[in-house]
């Protein structure tokens, strides 16, 4: 479809008059293209003079008419967004006051209903902004197409990219609905936990939400969370950047530890908030447990100032300095530390200083993100945060003194940051942390979330060892199954090497299809997207893990009517249809659960083999039929009994025989076509019944 007719579907009514004018600039962009194979205005000389009068020609050229009317759109939109803004602005203020004063639960019921009207409209707007945004990247792919001797793209963009309505961050609008929520809802506020050594114990599910979809996933929790801002000194919004120091060593023995979920493995990270230099730091320890065991995931930490990170390493800094610093720090509180935590917390001291000396664990990846939090201040029963903007680096540059040799813990930042030595992931990360007490199930709005579609599951996701895959593909033995996914594709090539100048596309092994050269702007010794390969990628995608759009089916639709209705992109999820009781019944089929599973799943080693058992299971059934069909053929053909008495008999019994030959046969083509397939549906750990609900009926139905 072309984006026009998109533009005209998908704008609200009543905001019309305010989209940028994607027909009328293609116009321009058309006269434009006239006017350059006319000649018309083309020539101009590099020279003046100030005693001889130039051809003064009043007629603006149809390029500088394009610019003029492409810059009005620009501001046309800036001004009809912050005008959008200023009215959410003093309709959440006048809430917020009415939120204060009511007591009623028919006026909160109200209130609730008015606050999610603001919530949609909220995502009415951001829609606004993202059409129109859109927009101006396609009318400027068109004129750089339609007039290759003038390009503009790369330019236009950077200035547009400066626009207060694009980066803009309007997040304090759904910090402030947020709060209006919380009070609505009577929300109370748990124990600070300000113990120097800490321990959590929980499950934790991860999800890819798409960019496009972060603010309707953040308006449906803030619902039913607050927006848990720790130190409001250090939030942007309703977020906070996050920077964490993972340790590794040259064998990158961590990493294939998390990666293959040894039971017992660990993860140990550095970890600090804010955009401040680091000042006190968390040296925090994630411990994997089997849960198919009954256990759960173990992260454990404590505090270490920032100044003692390099001597902890290096073994300078003893567990004795550190109890005395955690004394002094609890007095200068007020406090007092008792003998239980003194013993908690040397023996996590000596447990991580223990695995960093015998590992000779170093800095070795960083994961920086801005991350929203939501949950009951200081009560993690549930725990929903959201990490945008999520980068991978590398701690030790590859042209410059490494942490270690430079007396530093985490990367210096003043050294700049090569292409290959960061890579950017392409969706948002979501995490659920449940830490309920035993018999206590989800709430229903969390199932509620993960059956939208917005959010794709992705089973045992880690920053860490997506970060270390891909920039440090020549060190890792082991890749996780995420990397052939097509969305992350993109990003991972931009992170890959640069092909070595020496050599020849004949001498590589991979087929490439021969484009013609586009003009670079850059400099000739960096490769464009196209030209890079990264070790770890095929020559194609080969993982499908995020759905298409259409599949999405968004949050059910409420009663309450709402002014933004039109404007939000949830939509009405539709229940599943579902099978006839008599196909359940038989196995044939399986109750509609709404969205299928595109998570590959973790397969036993016993799954392959007794793929082989039933497939030999089938063969032994039909080499039984065909032996019996067999047998009776011979019988009746070599029986000397009086043909007069046989009579029927005999024919029934080679009818018989005749019947169950192909039907071995078929049997054994059967068996073939399903073990071919479990097997690769195995190898692809694709999420399908693998059990047979066909086969074993259709057998005792021939047989019968």
Excluded at 150 to 161: D, N, S, T
Excluded at 195 to 201: E, K
Excluded at 576 to 585: E, G, V, Y
């Amino acid at each position: 479809m072309k984006y026009g007719k998109y533009l005209e579907q998908k704008r609200k009514p009543e905001w019309k008059d305010h989209y940028v004018d994607y027909k009328g600039l293609k116009d321009l962009i058309k006269a434009c293209a006239s006017e350059a194979e006319t000649g018309e205005h083309s020539f101009s000389p590099r020279t003046t003079s100030l005693t001889v009068q130039r051809y003064n020609n009043r007629k603006d050229s149809a390029e500088e008419v394009f610019f003029t009317r492409l810059e009005q759109e620009v501001v046309k939109v800036s001004s009809f967004t912050n005008h959008l803004v200023g009215e959410l602005r003093s309709a959440l203020k006048t809430l917020a006051t009415k939120a204060e004063r009511e007591s009623s639960e028919e006026g909160k019921r109200l209130l609730l209903q008015e606050a999610k009207r603001i919530g949609d409209d909220f995502l009415a707007l951001e829609k606004y902004v993202n059409l129109n945004y859109m927009g101006f990247h396609k009318i400027l792919k068109k004129h750089d197409k339609c007039l290759p001797h003038a390009p503009c793209r790369q330019f236009y963009i950077a200035h547009l990219h400066q626009q207060p309505w694009v980066q803009g961050n309007y997040s304090d609008l759904l910090v402030s609905l947020s709060q209006v929520y919380s009070k609505l809802r009577g929300d109370t506020t748990g124990t600070k936990n300000e113990d120097a050594a800490q321990g959590f114990t929980r499950s934790t599910t991860k999800y890819w939400v798409r960019n496009e979809d972060v603010s309707t996933v953040k308006h449906h929790v803030l619902q039913h969370l607050p927006v848990f801002q720790f130190d409001k000194d250090n939030f942007a919004g309703d977020a906070q950047l996050i920077n964490s120091v993972y340790l590794d060593n040259s064998s990158c023995e961590l990493y294939h530890g998390r990666l293959d979920k040894k039971p017992g493995a660990i993860a140990l990270r550095v970890r600090w908030y804010g955009n401040a230099p680091p000042g006190t730091v968390f040296m925090e320890r994630k411990t994997h447990k089997e849960s198919w065991k009954g256990e759960e995931s173990v992260k454990e930490r404590f505090l270490v100032k920032e100044d003692k990170v390099v001597a902890f390493i290096d073994g300078e800094y003893t567990v004795e300095q550190a109890l005395v610093d955690m004394e002094a720090s609890a007095a200068r509180k007020g406090k007092t530390v008792s003998e239980e935590e003194k013993s908690k917390f040397a023996e996590m001291f000596m447990e991580v200083f223990n695995a960093v000396d015998s590992k000779q664990l170093r800095p070795f990846v960083r994961t920086q993100y801005m991350r929203t939090a939501f949950q009951i201040p200081f009560d993690a029963t549930v725990r929903v945060s959201l990490d945008t903007n999520l980068c991978m680096i590398k701690e030790n540059p590859e042209d410059g003194p490494t942490c270690a040799a430079s007396g530093r813990w985490y990367r210096d930042p003043s050294l700049p940051i090569h292409r290959t030595e960061i890579t950017r992931f392409p969706h948002a990360v979501l995490e659920v942390k449940l830490s309920l007490p035993e018999g206590q199930t989800a709430p229903p709005w969390v199932q509620e979330l993960l059956d939208s579609g917005y959010l794709t599951e992705v089973h045992k996701f880690s920053k860490f060892i997506h970060g270390t895959a891909t920039l440090f593909p020549d060190m890792v033995r082991a890749v996780p199954y995420w990397v052939d996914d097509e969305s992350v594709r993109a990003s991972m090539l931009a992170s890959a090497p640069t092909p070595p100048d020496n050599v020849s596309e004949a001498s590589t092994s991979k087929p490439r299809v021969h484009k013609p050269q586009k003009q670079r702007n850059g400099p000739p010794t960096v490769a464009s997207v196209d030209d890079l390969a990264h070790p770890l990628l095929g020559y194609t995608p080969t993982l499908k893990l995020m759905p298409d759009r259409d599949e999405v089916q968004g949050f059910p639709a409420v009663s309450a009517p709402s002014a933004a209705g039109s404007g939000s992109r949830s939509r009405a999820a539709q229940p599943p249809k579902q099978p006839h009781w008599l196909l359940q019944a038989l196995g044939l089929a399986v109750p509609a659960r709404g969205m299928s599973r595109t998570t590959p799943m973790r397969i036993e080693p016993k799954t392959f083999f007794a793929n082989e058992r039933t497939f030999l299971a089938w063969l032994h059934m039909a080499v039984t039929l065909g032996s019996i069909a067999a047998a009776l053929l011979g019988f009746s053909a070599g029986s000397d009994a009086d043909p007069a008495a046989e009579g029927l008999s005999r024919h029934l019994v080679e009818i018989i025989a005749l019947i169950l030959l192909p039907l071995g046969m078929a049997m054994c083509v059967y068996a073939l076509y399903t073990f071919l397939w479990r097997a690769g549906n195995i190898a692809r750990k694709r999420a399908v019944q693998f059990d047979d609900r066909i086969g074993p009926l259709a057998l005792c139905a021939a047989v019968v």
